[in-house]
């Protein structure tokens, strides 16, 4: 009696880590899906859509995030990276740890008036920047210290190179 007591016991047991298992598995499937679904609301932009016009015009639409940005995956020298649309921003800001991945040389210091004050940068130059079709190169950029995130900072030493239109939710930037 007792023998068959344990194998009860035992399959018991084995029941319970099974569940276990498919719940955790089950789980991580979520957490993956919805990931997956809150990056692409962050950013809407990670297969920017581009077009040469018949002139000659390079063109290339981006669309709002929810919280109101401009976000796309772009390249710097050739690598994938995340930009995010600054207008305020004079130089491309490049948070250090991405300069570091970049290979980015700190070529002397510089000061950035920034929305939490003033703060040390160092210049950088940037082989090409890449935004879709649209290319730059020899671009003006800055190193930052202080910015923690994954998120470079495409600023006005890009932009000014461009016409830009924002009707509703999309922003076309063109280059003539």
């Not at 344990?6 to 499937?29: C, H, P, Q, R, Y």
């Not at 809150?38 to 016009?53: A, E, I, T």
């Amino acid at each position: 009696m007792t023998e068959q007591n344990d194998e009860e016991n035992i399959g018991k047991s084995m029941g319970k880590i099974m569940i276990f298992v498919t719940w955790a598995i089950l789980l991580g499937f979520l957490t993956l899906f919805f990931s997956q679904i809150l990056h692409q609301q962050r950013n809407p932009n990670q297969d920017v859509q581009s077009m040469q016009l018949s002139s000659g015009i390079k063109q290339v639409v981006l669309q709002r995030n929810r919280q109101g940005h401009y976000v796309a995956t772009g390249q710097i020298n050739g690598q994938a990276m995340e930009f995010l649309l600054d207008t305020g921003a004079s130089d491309i800001a490049i948070p250090k740890h991405l300069a570091e991945q970049l290979g980015l040389q700190a070529l002397g210091p510089i000061q950035y008036q920034t929305a939490n004050g003033v703060v040390t940068g160092y210049r950088t130059k940037l082989k090409s920047v890449r935004l879709g079709n649209i290319e730059l190169t020899q671009v003006n950029g800055g190193i930052n210290p202080g910015m923690r995130n994954n998120q470079i900072l495409l600023g006005m030493s890009f932009l000014k190179h461009l016409e830009f239109t924002q009707r509703g939710d999309t922003l076309t930037l063109r280059q003539y």
